[in-house]
């Protein structure tokens, strides 16, 4: 069985206002999004989960485009209103989808290209800090 693992919390916020229904294709019952990174021009490939598909169906297919410090603003009320004593941001969702992975022991070639990385190296260098202190805690 071929593990999934992407997540559209892993795309870039830069990535999100190019959003484009169209490009999503479906692969043996599977919906997937398949695009370039706007940083890096890397084609990335996400699976449209059920929650992601409801959310689709209730903005017609055209998610809310805001610019990325309006969309944190939001994040940062969301968790005020629930309790959440945490910096969050979009590029938090995105460091916690990659150690997410990482944990469930997906190989970093993958998590690299979920993430639309130029190479590994760049996920390496990005994540080799985390995944220390990942190792040591067990």
Same mark, same amino acid.
């Given at each position: 069985?071929?593990?999934?693992?992407?997540?559209?919390?892993?795309?870039?916020?830069?990535?999100?206002?190019?959003? %484009?229904?169209?490009?999503?294709?479906?692969?043996?019952?599977?919906?997937?999004?398949?695009?370039?990174?706007?940083?890096?021009?890397?084609?990335?490939?996400?699976?449209?989960?059920?929650?992601?598909?409801?959310?689709?169906?209730?903005?017609?297919?055209?998610?809310?485009?805001?610019?990325?410090?309006?969309?944190?603003?939001?994040?940062?009320?969301?968790?005020?209103?629930?309790?959440?004593?945490?910096?969050?941001?979009?590029?938090?969702?995105?460091?916690?989808?990659?150690?997410?992975?990482?944990? %469930?022991?997906?190989?970093?070639?993958?998590?690299?290209?979920?993430?639309?990385?130029?190479?590994?190296?760049?996920?390496?260098?990005?994540?080799?800090?985390?995944?220390?202190?990942?190792?040591?805690?067990?």
């Amino acid at each position: 069985m071929q593990r999934r693992v992407t997540s559209s919390s892993s795309r870039a916020a830069q990535d999100l206002p190019t959003y %484009d229904a169209s490009l999503i294709t479906k692969n043996e019952g599977v919906k997937l999004y398949s695009s370039r990174r706007h940083k890096t021009n890397v084609p990335y490939t996400c699976v449209i989960t059920r929650k992601a598909q409801k959310l689709l169906e209730k903005y017609e297919g055209h998610l809310p485009k805001m610019p990325n410090q309006q969309y944190n603003i939001k994040l940062k009320l969301i968790a005020d209103a629930a309790g959440i004593d945490k910096p969050l941001s979009s590029h938090w969702a995105r460091h916690t989808a990659a150690m997410t992975w990482f944990n %469930d022991n997906v190989p970093i070639e993958v998590v690299s290209k979920c993430l639309g990385h130029s190479s590994v190296l760049m996920t390496q260098k990005v994540y080799a800090h985390l995944l220390d202190k990942s190792v040591a805690q067990g």
